[in-house]
C-alpha cells in the first residue's frame, strides 16, 4: 500500500521539527528548574496545564476534523480551511475571556498574571499554527512544516542561549518564547498563501456545520487532554510548588511522548480518510500499523526506564532528583500512547467517536478520581502510576471493542452528516 509506505516518510518530515521544539521547551524547563528552583517550574507546570486545557476546548476539534476534511477534496481546502479560521477565532476569544475570569477569581499575584498572560499568548498562537500544519497536512506539504519549525527551533534556542548566559529573568525567557512563536505563526501562514489557500466568505450556515461535525473530535481531544493536564491540576492542589515541580520534571519526557503520538496519529488520520471508503483496505493498513507500533514502542519504553533515573538527574541536578522513580513509572505507559492515537484517528475516518468518546470520558474520570487517592498517598509516584493505568486501561478496552464490533462499511466522508458508523472497525 502506498499509504503505508509513505506514513514513516510523513510523519519523520511533521515530527522532525516538532522534535525540535520539544526538546528546545524541554531546555526552558530544565533552565527554570535549575535557576528558578522547583517551585517556580511547578508554577509553571500548572499555568500551562490550565491553559492548554482552555486552548483545546477552543479548538472543538477543528484542527482534525479539518485535516480528515480537506483530505476527502483537496479542491475545496480553501473554503474548509475559511471555516476553520472563523470558527476557531470565536471560539478562541471566549477562552480567553474565560481564563481572565479564572485569573481574576484565582487573584493571581502581579507576577503571576504576567507570566499567564505571555504563556497564554503563546499557547494560541501554537494552537494556530498546529491548524495551519493540519491543512498542510491536507496538502501533503510536510516538509513545509519542518521548515517552519526549524526557524522556530532556532530563533527559541538562541532565546534560551541568551537567557541563561546573561542571566535573564524569567518574564524576559517567557518573551523570547512568545516571539519564536509568533515567528512559527507568520511563516505557516506565507507557506498556506503560496500554496493558494487565501481567505474567502464562507456562509454562516456552512462554519456552523462544520462546528457540529468538529465537535465529536473536540470532545475526545479535550477530554483527553484533561486526562493529561488534570495530574498536573489534581497533583496542584494536594502538594505544595515544589512537589510540584518535582513531579513536572518527570512528566517533561511522558509529554514528548504525547505530542510525537498524537502528530503519528494525525499522519495516520490523512491515510485513513483516503482509505475510509474501503473497508479492507483501512483494516490491512490499520492492523500493520498496530504491529509496527508494537515492535517498535516496547523495546523504546524499556529503555526508557532503564536511563530514566540517570537522565533525570543529569539533565534537572539534585534539586529535582526525586522525579527519577515517577519518570521510570511513566515510561511504561509509552506503547499505550502511540496505540490509543491510532484508535483515534482510526475512529475520526470512521465517523465512529461515540464509543471512543465513552472509553476516554470514563478512562478519565477514573484516573482523575486515582489521581486523588494515589497522589495523596505516594505523591508524585502515585499520580505516575495512575497515569500508566489509564492510558493501559484504555488501550484494552479499545482493543476488546473492535474484537467484538464490525461496524458496516463507510460509505459517506467521514465526516459527513449522513453517516451512521457508530463502533470501530475489527482489526
Known amino acids: 500500500m502506498s499509504e503505508l509506505r509513505t506514513a514513516p516518510v510523513n510523519l519523520l518530515s511533521v515530527i522532525s521539527g516538532e522534535l525540535?521544539?520539544?526538546?528546545?521547551?524541554?531546555?526552558?524547563?530544565?533552565?527554570?528548574?535549575?535557576?528558578?528552583?522547583?517551585?517556580?517550574?511547578?508554577v509553571f507546570a500548572a499555568i500551562i496545564?490550565?491553559?492548554?486545557?482552555?486552548?483545546?476546548?477552543?479548538?472543538n476539534g477543528l484542527e482534525m476534523a479539518g485535516i480528515a476534511e480537506a483530505s476527502m477534496d483537496s479542491s475545496s481546502i480553501a473554503h474548509v480551511a475559511s471555516a476553520l479560521y472563523a470558527n476557531k477565532s470565536v471560539l478562541s476569544v471566549l477562552a480567553l475571556v474565560v481564563l481572565a475570569?479564572?485569573?481574576?477569581?484565582?487573584?493571581?499575584?502581579?507576577?503571576?498574571?504576567?507570566?499567564?498572560?505571555?504563556?497564554?499568548?503563546?499557547?494560541?498562537l501554537y494552537s494556530y499554527s498546529r491548524l495551519h500544519a493540519g491543512l498542510l497536512k491536507a496538502l501533503n506539504k510536510m516538509n513545509l512544516i519542518a521548515r517552519c519549525q526549524a526557524v522556530h527551533f532556532l530563533v527559541l534556542v538562541t532565546g534560551v542561549l541568551v537567557a541563561s548566559t546573561r542571566k535573564w529573568g524569567l518574564v524576559s525567557l517567557l518573551l523570547s518564547l512568545?516571539?519564536?512563536?509568533?515567528?512559527?505563526?507568520?511563516?505557516?501562514?506565507?507557506?498556506l498563501r503560496k500554496s493558494g489557500i487565501r481567505a474567502r466568505p464562507v456562509p454562516l450556515q456552512y462554519c456552523w456545520k462544520q462546528l457540529t461535525r468538529s465537535t465529536p473530535v473536540g470532545v475526545v481531544y479535550s477530554i483527553s487532554n484533561l486526562a493529561l493536564r488534570g495530574d498536573v491540576l489534581v497533583l496542584s492542589i494536594?502538594?505544595?510548588?515544589?512537589?510540584?515541580?518535582?513531579?513536572?520534571?518527570?512528566?517533561?519526557?511522558?509529554?514528548?511522548?504525547?505530542?510525537v503520538a498524537w502528530l503519528f496519529g494525525g499522519v495516520l488520520l490523512s491515510d485513513m480518510a483516503r482509505l475510509s471508503t474501503n473497508s479492507p483496505a483501512l483494516a490491512g493498513f490499520f492492523s500493520k500499523c498496530v504491529r509496527r507500533i508494537l515492535l517498535t514502542t516496547i523495546p523504546a519504553a524499556l529503555v526508557a526506564a532503564l536511563i530514566a533515573p540517570w537522565a533525570v538527574r543529569a539533565v534537572f541536578g539534585k534539586n529535582l532528583a526525586a522525579a527519577a522513580l515517577p519518570a521510570t513509572v511513566m515510561a511504561s505507559a509509552i506503547p499505550f500512547l502511540f496505540l490509543n492515537a491510532a484508535y483515534l484517528s482510526r475512529a475520526i475516518a470512521c465517523n465512529a467517536l461515540q464509543v471512543f468518546l465513552t472509553i476516554v470520558g470514563i478512562a478519565t474520570a477514573f484516573s482523575l478520581a486515582l489521581n486523588f487517592i494515589l497522589g495523596s498517598?505516594?505523591?508524585p509516584t502515585g499520580v505516575a502510576c495512575s497515569i500508566v493505568i489509564r492510558e493501559a486501561g484504555m488501550a484494552l478496552a479499545f482493543f476488546l471493542h473492535a474484537r467484538m464490533n464490525a461496524p458496516p462499511m463507510q460509505t459517506e466522508s467521514p465526516l459527513g452528516a449522513g453517516a451512521e458508523i457508530t463502533g470501530l472497525m475489527d482489526t
Request: positive net charge; proline residues 3%; charged residues 10%.
Open 49 to 59: 496545564a490550565v491553559v492548554t486545557v482552555a486552548e483545546r476546548l477552543a479548538d
Open 178 to 191: 512568545l516571539v519564536a512563536q509568533f515567528i512559527e505563526y507568520i511563516l505557516s501562514l506565507r507557506y
Open 238 to 259: 494536594l502538594v505544595p510548588a515544589g512537589v510540584l515541580g518535582t513531579f513536572a520534571a518527570a512528566n517533561m519526557g511522558l509529554v514528548l511522548m504525547y505530542v
Open 20 to 42: 525540535l521544539l520539544r526538546v528546545a521547551n524541554f531546555a526552558v524547563a530544565v533552565l527554570i528548574g535549575r535557576i528558578y528552583g522547583p517551585a517556580a517550574l511547578g
Open 377 to 379: 498517598w505516594y505523591g
Open 101 to 124: 475570569g479564572i485569573g481574576w477569581l484565582a487573584k493571581l499575584p502581579r507576577i503571576e498574571w504576567t507570566v499567564a498572560g505571555i504563556l497564554t499568548l503563546r499557547a494560541f
